[in-house]
């Protein structure tokens, strides 16, 4: 081990823990945590970003992309007019941060400085730097829904736009890499609507401001989104590390991350403070308190707070109705909560009083709409005026960057041109693994670009594409040998398929074919028990809001996973890397795999129940015949637009008794005549429905789907 200053730092018990995590990574972090000991300023960034690293970054993060990140983070600071003046801890907690929120870290750093450098070079102020990022940002990228996983802001480059949180991403690193302290702003659930939104702030003279992410539609302080956040039940912002002093109200300190609750800066605030206890009036110690308002037609959590010894918490909420709710024990308590700003001047104290069998049931308005004389009236919009011409034009130019893929796409393959095209700007990376296979692998490869996500095809290279093709067909072979035989449908979607769920895709068949192939002999039940070993040695993690979860590759390297997706996920990977078809089925919390003959379940971490559909009482009930509910809502009578799902109403599971999870996949239903009939497994549900007035506000129903009612 290299010897360190780092004995004496502040960060010390951090970086052991990191260091700990790191597994069979460990001497890459070691590598960057040790390479500036001659050079304090530099040593104590290295310990600050090794301390807060999360454990998908200490797993797999090469030393030379940790190391690059801050060599570059103090080049800004030395080349810029302002790098100076930022403070050491913003700097180190908004600028040095290799990352934003839940992407992939990516070496973005030194390609970003380099581009933006003489751009802002021509800037006189901060703020005029900030404005020129915001527009090289818009150069490059537009607004587009996209999938559940964040694309790391090189993706966003070759894809051509994301979604808010992508652009966010691309946005805060961009003014990270000219020295300007930025970080990401959300409200997690609207009020007025469905969906959330996220955005980007950066501190100008000592200042934060906000604006609208690689959009220069308005300057600072002013966004589409400005009227509609002065009715945001919550603002939070993400400062990576701990923020020792700071400005707004802490939210919450996690794993690497300070949660700071900026609801104030937006919008009407007032603290809301709860008390917990039990029948007998006892304060109750760490209890998790949720907040919860109404969007995609459940309750969705908006913030957790944890009771002191006392039974107490407080929380800084907007203007509005939330939903409060805890669990202790089979002891449960409900209750809503409203503040209008100019009925009342504050938002009153809360009681949760937790008493057994107690469920949440009835009607009530969520109300949010006051009198909002501070309100802005929107500035002309840059687009729209003596900037049109310019901001066409930029958007003209980055349109014809992908024309050019599509058509170099169309020439090498007609009829695979629309899959490829997808890739974007990364398209030679596709083209190059086709024209280069082999003639075996040909026919899996252009059935996998088909199937693949456009945020896999936006990033994959050549070489990882042509290595997975090769692995996977030796593994099928592998199987084959070993008496487990299926189709190549079954091959392409379940052994071939690089991705599992909505985690970061990594190369991770490279490292686990060797591990977990089946050689001679070997038997597919003993592979799977060895599967189900492997998974039951792994050890435990906490992970924070920033960074993605443990990939395949990280759970591996690190032997560690945070939750039950991640394990899930690699046992799946496990298997799929030896040959045999798997999949997961994540509303479930379980996987399935495929014997020849039917799918079956998997548990990883209980061997001895695989296979068995009645394993568990929620096994029993997906495999068993689903129930079907049939009903109508208020609001919707016959002949009238028919009730929508995730729109007007859902099926949603009280999830520990604490908040509502709406079941997404694992339902299916029909509506004739505006009666909705539903199947769904045997369980516990509610039907929760909402109607908004004229001014948006939602008249919410909860209503209990008992067992076998």
Not at 541 to 566: M, Q, W
């Amino acid at each position: 081990m290299h010897q360190s200053k780092t004995l004496y730092s502040p960060y010390k018990k951090n970086i052991e823990s990191v260091l700990d995590t790191a597994g069979g990574n460990r001497a890459q972090i070691e590598t960057f945590l040790y390479k500036f000991n001659n050079n304090h300023e530099k040593m104590q960034a290295a310990e600050f970003l090794t301390a807060n690293l999360p454990p998908c970054d200490s797993a797999t993060l090469p030393s030379e992309l940790l190391i690059e990140n801050l060599d570059y983070a103090f080049l800004a600071r030395e080349s810029t007019l302002w790098g100076k003046d930022v403070s050491w801890a913003d700097f180190l907690n908004y600028v040095l941060p290799h990352r934003v929120s839940q992407e992939e870290a990516v070496k973005w750093r030194k390609i970003f400085y380099q581009e933006l450098l003489p751009i802002v070079s021509k800037c006189k102020t901060m703020r005029e730097a900030v404005l020129a990022v915001n527009l090289w940002c818009f150069s490059k990228t537009g607004f587009e829904s996209t999938q559940r996983w964040d694309q790391n802001p090189l993706m966003t480059i070759n894809r051509g736009y994301g979604r808010c949180e992508e652009a966010v991403i691309f946005t805060v690193c961009a003014l990270r890499s000219v020295g300007i302290p930025a970080r990401q702003a959300m409200v997690p659930a609207w009020q007025h609507s469905n969906d959330n939104h996220t955005w980007t702030e950066v501190l100008i003279d000592g200042k934060w401001h906000y604006l609208e992410s690689a959009n220069p539609d308005y300057g600072l302080d002013y966004a589409w989104f400005s009227g509609s956040v002065r009715k945001a039940p919550l603002v939070e912002s993400y400062a990576y590390g701990n923020v020792k002093q700071p400005e707004f109200p802490v939210l919450g300190r996690r794993v690497g991350c300070t949660l700071l609750n900026t609801t104030s800066m937006y919008a009407p605030a007032s603290r809301a403070e709860i008390l917990v206890t039990d029948s007998d009036n006892k304060p109750l110690n760490k209890v998790t308190v949720y907040f919860s308002v109404f969007n995609y037609a459940s309750l969705r959590p908006v913030a957790a707070k944890q009771t002191d010894e006392n039974g107490k918490t407080s929380i800084i909420l907007g203007p509005g109705s939330v939903f409060v709710s805890a669990a202790y024990e089979n002891a449960t308590a409900y209750a809503a909560s409203t503040w209008i700003p100019g009925e009342e001047t504050s938002r009153k104290d809360i009681q949760l009083k937790l008493s057994p069998n107690n469920k949440p049931e009835g009607t009530i308005l969520f109300r949010f709409n006051y009198s909002d004389k501070l309100a802005q009236s929107a500035p002309a919009k840059n687009s729209e005026g003596a900037k049109k011409i310019e901001f066409d034009s930029l958007k003209k130019d980055r349109l014809a960057k992908f024309e050019g893929m599509k058509k170099g796409a169309e020439i090498f393959d007609t009829a695979l041109s629309s899959s490829i095209a997808k890739a974007g700007l990364n398209t030679p990376e596709i083209l190059e693994a086709l024209n280069s296979c082999s003639e075996k692998e040909s026919e899996f490869m252009a059935e996998t670009i088909r199937q693949m996500e456009t945020a896999d095809l936006i990033k994959i290279s050549s070489n990882e594409l042509i290595s997975n093709a090769d692995l996977a067909l030796k593994a099928r072979e592998d199987a084959g040998k070993a008496g487990l035989k299926y189709d190549d449908k079954i091959f392409t979607q379940y052994v071939l398929s690089p991705r599992i769920m909505y985690e970061q895709l990594q190369p991770w068949r490279s490292s686990l074919y060797p591990f977990f192939r089946l050689k001679k002999g070997d038997k597919i039940s003993d592979k799977i028990n060895s599967v189900s070993r492997f998974v039951q040695s792994l050890s435990t993690v906490t992970r924070g809001p920033l960074g993605n979860s443990l990939t395949p590759l990280g759970v591996f390297t690190s032997n560690r996973a945070s939750n039950d997706d991640e394990i899930n996920i690699f046992a799946v990977a496990a298997l799929r890397s030896a040959g045999i078809p798997a999949r997961y089925l994540d509303e479930q919390g379980w996987a399935e795999l495929f014997d020849g003959q039917k799918w079956t379940p998997f548990y990883p971490e209980k061997s001895s129940m695989t296979g068995k559909q009645n394993a568990t009482a929620e096994s029993t009930a997906y495999y068993s015949n689903w129930r079907t509910i049939k009903f109508g809502l208020n609001g919707f009578p016959k002949g009238s637009k028919p009730p929508q799902y995730f729109k007007d109403f859902t099926i949603s599971k009280l999830e520990n008794d604490s908040f509502f999870q709406i079941v997404e996949k694992t339902i299916s239903g029909s509506c004739n005549e505006n009666i909705w009939e539903i199947s769904i497994p045997n369980g516990e549900y509610y039907l929760i429905s909402g109607t908004r007035n004229a001014n948006g506000e939602p008249t919410v129903s909860l209503i209990p789907i008992k067992q076998g009612q």
